[in-house]
């Protein structure tokens, strides 16, 4: 026998064993092996706002999920003056920071995935996983439109441009917030957020904001909500409509005009109040007296209902993202009135949404659990008004009537314990976020990704890696 024909034979034997024993071996393999990426944000919720809610929900010696990660980092959140990009600013909104993880870029506040001064726009990193046949959704208690969420899946120069009513000279009690002329589309840009969204390709979006998609489009022939329907979306406004939807099919879930309900409120619907100091000691700080706010407790939110919890949108979305996919996919889960309710100094409504997010991780987990490759990362956009502060004053020993200059909720906690908050960062209507890091924890598959500290930005690059998505689709 030849040697050419013995060297043929060898190799059609090799191959018959090969297949024989490892069905599949020889057949053709996917470029990258499946990998999910399921972010977790906490707007606003620095490791304050984690603290309270661990002291009231567990109690001082409990433990949160979020407390089980096994990998802990710190996150330096990064902004940049709008007129002087290179300027640092050193407290960023839930646009900017949002952005910087959704792009990897660092941009001004207000920004929704545009450059600061350039208005550039920047590639997100559920478009770029999109473009390699990932699958991608955004879930949230928020507006869908609200900044957290747009900044992945829509370029706008200011996040007050929701919907097309909301483009141009717009104002709130007369007060003049901003403007977006440039980003109508008859002057070329890509339209409101409501419209950008629904025009994307993200496979599931849900959360609020219906009030955005049932005004009519710039153009007028059809309404927000009709524009994506026309562009594959099933639009559907309770959990119900939702769980009857075709799992293949895209889906925008509405479940409430804009931001959903808060679970948890402070009794009597009372919030931060303001400490009242006697005639005596307004005269002289160390004289007469101050009366403290009363302690309360926080209540069942009446108006909470029927209310898709954040735990039973995200299981919804993992069922619908996992579905039929050998991919993978990226998924961003955003508990957003953690922030909103530290805005209003209720210091029980950011309990509760904290309390939303712990409980959707224990969703996302058990996922993990039963899907390898999974990355599970939990961070912050940026920090918050409320301080963890002495419920009886250590100079009260001395006689000395002090007493915090801010708004103060005093809750007695359920093992029994005084826990007080303390907002200050105005006297204005409402509080202002803060510059503090905010942590990142992640579960295994986080080992040997996440270094010791980083930047918003890095997230980004942390996500592209495990997707591997640096390669042109």
């Known amino acids: 026998m030849r ?3 013995k060297t043929l034979l060898g190799t ?3 191959s018959w064993v090969l297949v024989a024993l490892f069905p599949g071996t020889l057949t053709a393999q996917p470029s990258s092996p499946k990998a999910n990426v399921i972010l977790l944000i906490g707007d606003g919720m620095d490791d304050v706002q984690i603290s309270i809610a661990r002291n009231y929900l567990r109690g001082a010696r409990g433990r949160l ?5 096994p990998v802990r980092s710190t996150v330096q959140v990064l902004t940049v003056d709008e007129k002087n990009p290179s300027r640092s600013v ?14 990897g870029h660092v941009t001004s506040r207000g920004r929704i995935a545009t450059g600061a001064g350039s208005d550039e726009d920047l590639e997100t990193v559920a478009e770029r996983a999109a473009k390699h046949g990932y699958k991608t959704g955004l879930v949230t208690t928020s507006s869908i439109t609200d900044a957290t969420p747009a ?8 996040r007050i441009c929701a919907d097309p009513a909301h483009m141009v000279d717009v104002e709130y009690k007369g007060i003049p917030l901003g403007s977006c002329p440039e980003d109508l589309i008859a002057q070329g840009g890509l339209g409101s957020i409501s419209e950008q969204l629904a025009r994307s390709k993200i496979d599931v979006l849900l959360g609020g904001g219906k009030k955005h998609f049932e005004v009519p489009t710039e153009s007028g022939e059809e309404t927000v909500s009709e524009l994506a329907e026309q562009n594959g979306f099933a639009v559907v406004s309770n959990l119900a409509e939702l769980r009857t939807t075709p799992l293949d099919q895209r889906v925008l879930g509405l479940f409430a005009e804009s931001t959903l309900p808060v679970r948890t409120l402070g009794e009597a619907g009372r919030s931060g109040e303001k400490p009242d100091p006697s005639l005596l000691n307004s005269l002289h700080w160390y004289l007469g007296s101050v009366e403290l706010p009363e302690p309360m407790v926080c209540v ?5 209902g029927k209310t898709p919890t954040l735990q039973a949108m995200t299981e919804a979305a993992l069922q619908r993202l996992n579905v039929n996919n050998d991919r993978g996919f990226f998924l961003m889960i955003e508990s957003a009135s953690i922030d909103k ?4 100094r209720n210091a029980c409504g950011s309990i509760g949404e904290l309390e ?4 959707t991780l224990q969703s996302v987990l058990a996922f993990a659990q039963k899907n390898p490759n999974t990355l599970v990362l939990v961070t912050a956009d940026h920090g918050h008004a409320a301080q963890i502060v002495p419920y009886n004053s250590l100079f009260e020993q001395f006689g000395a009537p002090v007493f915090s200059p801010g708004h103060l909720v005093r809750l007695t906690t359920p093992e029994g314990s005084g826990l007080a908050i303390n907002y200050a960062t105005n006297d204005f209507l409402m509080e202002e976020h803060t510059g503090a890091q905010v942590p990142l924890m992640a579960n295994e598959a986080g080992q040997g990704q996440v270094p010791a500290m980083l930047t918003q930005p890095e997230i980004h690059a942390i996500i592209e890696e495990h997707l591997n998505l640096s390669a042109a689709p």
């Open 12 to 14: 059609l034997l090799t």
């Open 3 to 5: 040697k050419w024909a």
């Open 151 to 158: 900044s992945f899946a829509a370029h706008i120069k200011l």
């Open 341 to 344: 309710q530290a805005h209003a």
């Open 300 to 304: 069942p939110n009446p108006e909470y």
């Open 65 to 69: 999920t979020l407390d089980t990660l």
């Open 356 to 359: 939303q997010l712990d409980e």
């Open 90 to 103: 050193y407290v960023a909104d839930s646009a900017n920071s949002a952005t910087a993880m959704a792009t």
